[in-house]
C-alpha cells in the first residue's frame, strides 16, 4: 500500500528550486514521497501540498480554472474551512504571519501572528515556531516541539507521532492495511493469500463475491477503498478509480477528508474545536478579533502591555478608565484627567475653574471668580479699586449695574434717633460691590444748615464705619412736599455714589446707615432771629442749630407720606425711604 504524505513548508520548497546561487551543499531532488516533508506529496519531482496547490488541486496535476482557487484539495471560488482567499491562496488570517488579520498584511521581522494580530508573543495555547505560531499537539511539523516532523503516513496526536490508520484499515507494523481486501495482509496482519488467489473479505478465495472488485490481486469495495475509490469493471486504466490523497479517505465511492483523532471536518477542513477560532466549540463558530479558542471557548487573550478587563483589552500605563489597575477612574472635580505611567494626573481644568492650591486631590476647586483669583489662579484685584465680576477685573468706581433692594414699608431695622444724627438699619440683600445709596432728604425752609448732612455706613454689630459721602446743604431740599421714591432701577437725582470706597458687601449683611449734621450751626435766637448772618426767623434757639432736617419715610400701617424730625419724637413703626444699587 502506497505511503501517503503531506505538505512540505514553503521554505523547503523554495530550498529545493531556488534559482539562485547555492551557498553550500544543494539539498537532493525527491525521488519517491518518503522523500517529501510531511504533509507533501510528490508530483514528478517536486514536493506539493495537494489541498491548496491550485496547479496540484487534490491531485497531481489537476489544475484549478483561472480564478479558481485550491480549498481544502477542491477548486472552488471561495475559500472553506474558515481560510480566506488571498489572490489564488486560501490562507488562515489567523495564523499566517505574510496574511496576519488581513491579505497582504505581513508582520514585522521578529513577529509571528497570532490570532490575526501580529505579535512577540504566541496566545491561545500555540507556541512561537519560527515565524509561525503552532499547536504543538496536533502540528506534524513541530509534533510536540518546534521542527519535530512526523514521518510519513504518521500523524501527531497529543504532541506524539504515531500512525493512525483512517476508518477501515488497521495497523500492521508500519503501515495501514484493510484486512478484508489485502491479500498481503487478508483478515489478519500476518495471513497472505496463496498465489492465483484474491482476498475476498477478509478470506482468501478464487474470485471477488458480488459488490466487490478486483484490483491489484485483491477484492476491494470500491465504495471504501482508499487506493481504487470508485473502482468498477476490470480496475484498469479509468475503470481504476481514485487514489485518496494524504488526510484523505473513501466514502461512497468518493474521496473525501478525513481527520485524524481530535480533529473535526469542518466543511473540508480538519479543525481542532478545542483550539481552532474559527471553529471554537463547534464548526463555524469564530472568535472575535483579539479573541482566542481555549478549550472550545472564546476568550479575549491581550498581548502585553494590554491587560485584560472585562471584555477588552486595555493599557493600564495610560488608561484613565482603569489606570494601575482594572476600575480605577481617574476623575477630579471641574477637571480633565490622565492616566500618566499608571498613576491618576489632572492635567487641566473645566472652563471657569482652577486649580489654584495646587492639590490635585480636590480637583479645581476654585470657580475663578474672587478677588484673589479673578479669571485665572493668583490673579488678584486691587481691593482698593476693582472687584472681580465674570472672571475680570472691574474698577468700583462707576454707574450701578442693578437695584439691590427698594425699602419703602418693611421696617428692617431700629430706627434711631439722637440729638445730631439719625439712623436706620437694613440688610444687603446680593454679595458685591455697594455702588450708592437713594435718598430723598429735605428742610423746612426756615431750617438753615451750614455745610450739609454726612451718610455714613456702619457695620451693623460693630458699628465700625465702612464709607461715607457728604451730601451738600444744596442736595437737601427745601420744603418737604417732594414725591415718593419710585421702584426704577435708574437712581434719581437722590443718589449718592459710593462706589469710589470699593465697598465689598454679602447677601444677609446688616450695615446701617447714619445722617449726621455737618458743622452745625451754635447760633441763639435773640428776638426771633438767629444770630448768623442771613439766617432765618426763628422761634428758639433749636431752630438756629440745624437739627430740623427731615427724611420721608412710610409705615408699615395705610398712613400718608410723613416725615422723621431730627429733634422729634418719631413714628416707632416708620422706616426711611431708601435704595440701594450694586456695582
Do not use: W
Not at 52 to 78: F, I, L, R, W, Y
Not at 118 to 123: A, V
Not at 235 to 255: D, L, T, V
Not at 262 to 277: E, F, I, K, R, V
Amino acid at each position: 500500500m502506497p505511503r501517503l504524505t503531506r505538505l512540505a513548508p514553503l521554505a523547503l520548497l523554495s530550498a529545493l528550486h531556488c534559482g539562485g546561487e547555492a551557498t553550500g551543499a544543494q539539498p537532493a531532488v525527491p525521488t519517491d514521497a518518503a522523500t517529501c516533508p510531511s504533509a507533501a506529496s510528490l508530483c514528478g519531482s517536486v514536493c506539493v501540498d495537494l489541498s491548496k496547490d491550485p496547479a496540484h488541486c487534490g491531485a497531481c496535476s489537476h489544475a484549478c480554472e483561472p480564478g479558481q482557487v485550491c480549498s481544502n484539495g477542491t477548486c472552488s471560488m471561495v475559500c472553506s474551512g474558515g481560510t480566506t482567499r488571498c489572490g489564488d491562496l486560501c490562507v488562515n488570517t489567523k495564523l499566517d504571519p505574510s496574511h496576519c488579520g488581513a491579505c497582504d498584511h505581513a508582520c514585522k521581522t521578529g513577529e509571528v501572528c497570532s490570532a490575526g494580530t501580529c505579535s512577540l508573543t504566541c496566545s491561545g495555547g500555540t507556541t512561537r515556531c519560527g515565524d509561525r505560531c503552532v499547536e504543538l499537539q496536533t502540528d506534524p511539523t513541530n509534533c510536540g516541539k518546534c521542527s519535530s516532523t512526523c514521518k510519513s503516513p504518521e500523524q501527531c496526536v497529543a504532541g506524539q507521532c504515531a500512525l493512525v490508520c483512517p476508518p477501515g484499515q488497521t495497523k500492521c507494523d508500519d503501515q495501514c492495511v484493510n484486512l478484508l481486501e489485502d491479500s498481503l495482509h487478508c483478515g489478519t496482519c500476518t495471513t497472505a493469500c496463496p498465489q492465483g488467489q484474491v482476498c475476498a473479505v477478509g478470506n482468501c478465495a478464487f474470485e471477488c463475491p458480488l459488490g466487490l472488485v478486483a484490483c491489484d490481486g485483491a477484492c476491494i469495495d470500491p465504495l471504501v477503498s482508499p487506493n481504487h475509490c470508485g473502482a468498477t469493471g476490470d480496475c484498469a486504466g479509468p475503470n481504476a478509480g481514485e487514489s485518496c490523497g494524504a488526510g484523505m479517505a473513501c466514502n461512497a465511492g468518493a474521496c473525501t477528508l478525513s481527520c485524524q483523532p481530535g480533529l473535526t471536518d469542518c466543511s473540508g477542513m480538519c479543525a481542532n474545536l478545542q483550539t481552532d477560532p474559527a471553529n471554537c466549540g463547534q464548526c463555524a463558530l469564530a472568535c472575535s478579533t483579539g479573541q482566542v479558542c481555549t478549550q472550545g471557548l472564546c476568550e479575549l487573550v491581550c498581548v502585553p502591555p494590554l491587560t485584560k478587563c472585562g471584555a477588552v483589552c486595555v493599557d493600564p500605563q495610560s488608561d484613565p478608565g482603569n489606570c494601575g489597575a482594572c476600575g480605577n477612574v481617574c476623575d477630579f472635580a471641574n477637571g480633565k484627567a490622565a492616566c500618566l505611567s499608571g498613576a491618576c494626573a489632572l492635567v487641566g481644568c473645566t472652563a471657569g475653574h482652577g486649580d489654584c492650591n495646587h492639590d490635585q486631590v480636590d480637583g479645581c476647586e476654585n470657580t475663578l471668580g474672587s478677588d484673589s483669583h479673578c479669571g485665572q489662579c493668583d490673579h488678584a484685584c486691587d481691593p482698593a479699586s476693582a472687584f472681580c465680576r465674570s472672571q475680570a477685573c472691574v474698577a468700583c468706581a462707576g454707574p450701578p449695574a442693578a437695584v439691590d433692594q427698594l425699602q419703602l414699608s418693611a421696617n428692617s431695622g431700629a430706627l434711631v434717633m439722637a440729638e445730631q444724627y439719625v439712623e436706620q438699619t437694613f440688610t444687603v440683600g446680593t454679595s458685591g460691590i455697594l455702588a450708592g445709596i437713594e435718598v430723598r432728604l429735605c428742610r423746612e425752609s426756615y431750617i438753615y444748615l451750614n455745610t450739609g448732612i454726612s451718610l455714613t455706613l456702619l457695620d451693623a454689630g460693630t458699628l465700625a464705619p465702612l464709607a461715607s459721602v457728604m451730601i451738600p446743604s444744596s442736595a437737601v431740599s427745601m420744603g418737604c412736599a417732594i414725591g415718593n421714591l419710585g421702584p426704577g432701577p435708574v437712581p434719581g437725582p437722590h443718589y449718592f455714589d459710593l462706589s469710589y470706597t470699593c465697598l465689598h458687601v454679602a447677601a444677609g449683611q446688616e450695615l446701617r446707615m447714619r445722617f449726621d449734621v455737618v458743622d452745625p450751626v451754635t447760633s441763639k435766637c435773640v428776638n426771633y432771629q438767629c444770630d448768623v448772618p442771613s439766617a432765618p426767623y426763628c422761634t428758639g434757639d433749636l431752630d438756629c442749630m440745624n437739627f430740623g432736617f427731615r427724611l420721608y419715610y412710610r409705615n408699615k400701617n395705610p398712613y400718608p407720606l410723613g416725615m422723621v424730625y431730627h429733634n422729634g419724637t418719631p413714628n416707632p413703626d416708620s422706616d426711611i425711604a431708601f435704595k440701594t444699587y450694586m456695582r
